[in-house]
């Protein structure tokens, strides 16, 4: 099965869902808000691929999954981080905002990083990285469907909810879906290598939400605002990884793709018991 025709549309689905939840007024926050945006960028193209580079290195990951490690730090959390934050008691318009300011800034940022690891795994493995390619990919997968989205948003914002409506509950299905093959095609190397790679990821998790709960410490967040910073920071798009990875036009390495695989389930798993945490906390005090 050549897993491409299933990766490119449910990506390109998931950015489309993305624009439509999108207001014009999401982009003024950066103005009216910018030490809560300056935390959750800082967290997420900053603090995140070093901390994936610390991970790897303490862990030794394999050279190809370290790489997939890496997309992993470099994939700003997707339409399914508002969820969370909303079902954490979070600042969903904050979210929604970080969501999209990650989501054009890391399509440049992105490649860079990439293209930098790639060259220092350049002597210990044979992978090269089309930073080129990857651009065209990226503009043509995310930034066109996010903007086809925003313009119904502007012009018809009824059908851009009730679209919006459907899609987002198809997001987590899809994602799991895309899991699923993947780990159907390599089940294998996925049972063999999920005791580090577990493990490993587990940690990149944990330590992004502790940076995200430092950054709002530092910036004095609100409670609310705090919660949706821990969540945008510890919460990456699995779906573009995989597609990254994946892609005849770029890596074109399934095995590369696993550690997305593994983050997609440890990651809810991890972000489930926290917003758990907070309900219960809630619940006990009042």
Known sequence: ???IFIVLP???LLMF???L???PSDFRLIV?????VMAGLTGQIICLPLIALLVGNVF???PVLFLGLMLIACSPGGSSSNVFSMLAGGDVALSVSLTAFSSIITLFTGPLIMDAMASYMGSVIDVHLPVGNLLVQNIVLMAVPIIIGLCISVYRPNTAKKMHNVLKRLAFPLLILLAS?????NRETIVEEFPKLGMSITVLILLSMLAGVLLSWLMRLTRKEQRTIVIEVGMQNAAQAITIASSPFVFNNDIMAIPAIVYALMMNVVLLTYVGVIHYRFDKKN
Do not use: C, K, S
């Not at 009216?32 to 809560?36: T, V």
């Not at 093959?181 to 095609?185: A, E, H, K, S, Y």
């Open 181 to 185: 093959i993947f780990f159907i095609q």
């Open 10 to 12: 449910i990506l390109t």
């Open 32 to 36: 009216e808000r910018p030490y809560a």
């Open 17 to 19: 869902d993305l624009g």
């Open 60 to 62: 030794g990951v394999e």
């Open 1 to 3: 099965m050549n897993t």
């Open 21 to 23: 939840a999108l207001r």
